[in-house]
């Protein structure tokens, strides 16, 4: 069968590549060099590159290239065909490189490097030359005319440099290029309409540049194109109507422009899309027909345009969409209920439009949604009770300002993952149900301008997350004091404009509310500026006192025969545990009283106590909250880690538990990440273990200290992340049964002289009983525990896995990430353009240390994206922490974005852990 002119063209190159590999004799003919030549090129390259990079390519010495010299490559003949020195960590410029001495060359490949400077006018004169590869170093300056002269170039990557000035039209010379990535530059200017000559051209990307003027007609030319990408740059004009006449676009992706006119005519029938986003332009024109069927698109967003009509009920048909966004549009008419066979539906964004009736029941069908957004619209009708009870994953529900009625479903207690919900500027009436006491995740609650009537219920009062609260605006009455008492994560609230009387809290939120907030009420009282006192309180409070004295008598005497009986029931359970602690402590000494493996019991004992000075103060290297930790130098030379344990004065041993339980653990598991177990001892007051000594302490330490923390480099935090990952991975699916650790925390890593990691501290370890709910008492160390703990006490993988998130992020900013966590947290995916989403990863990292550059940078990079998976407020939605351990064990590159570029929002997902792969 002939070839086609298409596929000859492909394969032309590859036949001068033959013949040039194979024909020694083409060398004189051609002109080319001798090897020798091409050597001293080579080496004067290496001349001009810095110390460490010059050490990279130590094996380049000699006479020829193809002598093993690092990253050369040279065809059979013996000429250089390929430099191949992917992310090495060069620092150096392409200048000192003569390029008519290696004029053989098919292949340049320095991604991910430090090279610097321009790039020179001489590289048009590599005529074999298939693919460049320059992307991620610091190039600057424009990109030579004379690139147009590379007739055989297939690649060009030079995204994520410093590159300015046009894009030169020559590039239109390159009919053989497949793929040209420029994104994430300073190019400015109009886009040469030259490019549209690029007949076999697949992939182009210029997005994240300053590019200005409108898209060449010529495009409508690109039948092959694939992937399409002119992101944030200043662009006007139309959107090219056959950008799909090739049926094979995939990726079409445009947001952060100044495009204006209709969506492109040739989409409707693009079945290949994947991807679509047309978001923050000024796109006008009626979109009820512009859209069909697509089998393989899951990402669409039209948001922040100016179209209009009615949405289409063919995104329902999309099976595989999971992100649907048509937000601040001119939208009118019915949500279509076909919607509901979306089915694989994550975030569903239809706010600020014009849509009206009723939020169809289909809805909940999307068992996957994780964020339903349509406020700012004019939708009537109840509240399905339906969506509420069908997604228990939901994190984010608006349906504020809109003309909803009815009650507020008690149904939406069960959607006990919800981080946010408003339902505000409606006209929803009757009672707060107090089933909304079921949400224990809430953090931000806005049920103000309706029609809510009656007391606020008190289990509102149990939202300990709860951080924003607006009730204003109804028609509630009651008291509130005892109500809100206890909600100390409250930070802002309004409860203005009800029939609320009494005294308000003591809490901090309410001293600090603005007047506004509380004015019109009907009678709320308080010690602040705002409000009148409450009726009856004396300065000096003499009659409260006087009144709680009496009551206090009264009640103790009501209370004196229970009480007695009490202390009765008292004694006799201190005597039975008293006993039960002797029987125990007997149990102990009659089996193993001092027991250190591979040494002599009583020697060492004798040794420990010495060597602590009888556990003097002046050799404790730390104290917790069970015990004293001690260094003790043996005779030996050895050093251990002595942790004795807190006694009583009593003289009765410590509660052995926890106790019982480290020494259960460690004698059942083995790992190079976990502090090993030597001995223990049990003796009366000298109840204490025996660790190996681990001489750069804790983490906790090490980060709190300014000369210890500027020492501990990004190598060795990366290092020590994937250490502690390593031990997980290992306790949770290696054990059996799994090993929950449920006390994660940088206090519990230890560091040895070489700064490998050790987890340490596994009193309130747990063994998994497979088959069975693990329920247990709330154990671990405030800031690191998982947030379903607030609410549940069934324990799982996911608990450890939530507290390494926060671990790692410390890790990553020198520091605890509270703050940080939480505000990440309570903002969605509907405000990335919020100050917390914006914030660039490179002011989160500890300033202390450089910022890191090359592949510790791009490695930083990849575990902030799963530091944060791993803080999913839903449980299922974290990672496994093999699945982490195997993350962090690639090498591989997550985003295509200069480190110093990168948003917390960019690393951030809604979704679940499997978009991470």
Not at 57 to 80: Q, R
Not at 98 to 105: A, V
Not at 699 to 718: C, G, V
Not at 788 to 795: K, P
Request: glycine share 6%.
């Amino acid at each position: 069968m002939p070839l086609s002119n298409n596929k000859l063209s492909f394969i032309l190159p590859f036949i001068n590549f033959f013949l040039l590999a194979c024909t020694s004799q083409l060398n004189a003919s051609a002109g080319i060099p001798p090897v020798t030549e091409q050597a001293k090129a080579l080496l004067a390259w290496k001349a001009s590159f810095d110390g460490r990079s010059q050490s990279v390519v130590s094996s380049w010495t000699g006479s020829s290239p193809c002598n093993n010299w690092t990253g050369i490559i040279c065809s059979k003949g013996g000429n250089v065909i390929r430099i191949s020195l992917t992310s090495y960590g060069l620092r150096g410029n392409l200048h000192d490189l003569n390029f008519s001495y290696l004029p053989t060359l098919m292949k340049i490949d320095l991604f991910n490097n430090s090279i610097y400077g321009t790039i020179p006018p001489e590289i048009g004169r590599l005529k074999y030359l298939m693919y460049l590869e320059m992307a991620k170093n610091s190039l600057s300056g424009q990109i030579p005319d004379s690139i147009g002269d590379l007739q055989n170039l297939r690649v060009i990557q030079l995204y994520e440099n410093h590159l300015s000035g046009q894009i030169p039209p020559t590039l239109g010379n390159l009919t053989m290029l497949d793929s040209l990535f420029l994104h994430l530059n300073s190019l400015s200017g109009s886009i040469p309409s030259e490019l549209g000559k690029l007949k076999n051209l697949a992939y182009l990307r210029l997005s994240s540049n300053n590019l200005t003027g409108t898209l060449p007609l010529e495009f409508n030319n690109l039948t092959r194109l694939v992937n399409f990408r002119m992101s944030d740059n200043f662009l006007t004009g139309h959107l090219p109507d056959n950008i799909c006449s090739g049926g094979l676009l995939e990726k079409f992706t445009v947001p952060s422009n100044r495009f204006t006119g209709p969506v492109p005519r040739s989409l409707k029938n693009c079945t290949s899309l994947s991807r679509l986003r047309l978001d923050g332009n000024q796109l006008t024109g009626d979109i009820s027909e512009a859209f069909g069927v697509y089998p393989h698109l899951n990402y669409v967003d039209l948001s922040h345009n100016k179209l209009y009509g009615k949405v289409s009920s063919n995104w329902g048909l999309c099976k595989n969409l999971t992100s649907l966004r048509i937000s601040d549009n001119n939208m009118s008419g019915q949500i279509p209920p076909e919607l509901g066979k979306a089915t694989l539906l994550v975030e569903l964004d239809l706010s600020l439009n014009h849509l009206d009736g009723g939020i169809p029941n289909s809805l909940a069908n999307l068992t996957s949604l994780l964020e339903l957004l349509l406020h700012d619209n004019r939708l009537s009708g109840d509240i399905p009770s339906d969506i509420v009870v069908k997604l228990p994953t939901l994190a984010n529900l608006n349906l504020g300002n809109n003309n909803l009625s009815g009650l507020i479903p008690e149904s939406l207690g069960m959607c006990r993952y919800l981080l946010n919900l408003n339902l505000s500027k409606n006209n929803i009436g009757g009672r707060i149900p107090s089933a909304i006491g079921n949400l224990q995740s809430l953090q931000y609650l806005d049920l103000s301008w309706n029609l809510l009537t009656g007391e606020v219920p008190k289990v509102l009062g149990g939202l300990k997350s709860l951080e924003t609260l607006n009730i204003s605006h109804n028609m509630l009455n009651g008291s509130i004091k005892s109500t809100f008492e206890l909600m100390q994560s409250l930070i802002s609230l309004d409860i203005s404009y009800n029939q609320l009387e009494g005294p308000i809290p003591n809490t901090k939120a309410f001293r600090e509310a603005p007047v506004a907030a509380l004015k019109n009420n009907k009678g709320l009282c308080g010690n602040i500026i705002a409000l009148d006192k409450c009726p009856g309180i004396q300065s000096d409070d003499r009659k409260q006192q006087q009144h709680r004295k009496l009551f206090i008598l009264i009640l103790l005497s009501l209370l004196a025969v229970p009480v007695l009986l009490y202390i009765s029931a008292l004694i006799v359970y201190y005597l039975s545990r008293r006993a039960w602690n002797i029987k125990a402590k007997q149990t102990i000494e009659d089996s193993n009283m001092f027991t250190i493996w591979s040494y002599d019991s009583k020697i060492v004992y004798e040794e420990i106590v010495r060597a602590t000075d009888n556990f003097n103060v002046e050799n404790c290297i730390g104290t917790g909250g069970s015990g004293t930790v001690y260094k003790a130098h043996l005779p030996s030379g050895q050093d251990w880690a002595i942790k004795r344990l807190h006694a009583p004065e009593d003289e009765v041993l410590p509660d052995l538990k926890g106790f019982t339980n480290e020494i259960r653990t460690l004698t059942s598991i083995k790992h190079r990440n976990i502090v090993k177990l030597y001995g223990f001892c049990s003796k009366p007051q000298q109840c204490f273990l025996i660790y190996e000594f681990l001489e750069r302490g804790s983490l906790a330490n090490i980060l709190s200290k300014e000369k210890n923390a500027a020492n501990f480099d990004w190598s060795q935090r990366l290092n020590v992340i994937k250490d502690v990952a390593s031990a997980l991975s290992y306790m949770h699916h290696d054990c059996k049964p799994s090993i929950i650790h449920r006390d994660l925390s940088s206090k519990n890593i230890l560091l040895d002289s070489d700064c490998v990691a050790h987890i340490s501290d596994f009193g309130t370890a747990k063994f998994l009983k497979p088959n069975s709910s693990n329920w247990t008492s709330f154990a671990g160390t405030y800031g690191y525990s998982a947030p379903e703990l607030a609410y549940t006490m069934n324990v799982d993988e996911k608990c450890d896995v939530y507290s390494f998130g926060v671990l790692a992020m410390e890790v990553i900013m020198g520091q605890h990430p509270g703050d940080l966590v939480s505000s990440l947290s309570t903002s969605t995916s509907s405000t990335l353009q919020s100050s917390v989403h914006e914030i660039l990863i490179k002011d989160v990292v500890d300033q202390r240390l450089p910022a890191p550059k090359n592949h510790l940078a791009e490695e930083m990079a990849c575990v902030m994206k799963i530091a944060l998976a791993c803080l999913h407020l839903i449980p299922q939605c974290r990672p496994t922490s093999r699945q982490v351990s195997l993350q962090l064990s690639k090498r591989r590159q997550l985003l295509k974005t200069s480190f110093h570029k990168i948003t917390l929002g960019q690393l951030l997902d809604p979704r679940c852990f499997h978009s991470l792969h």
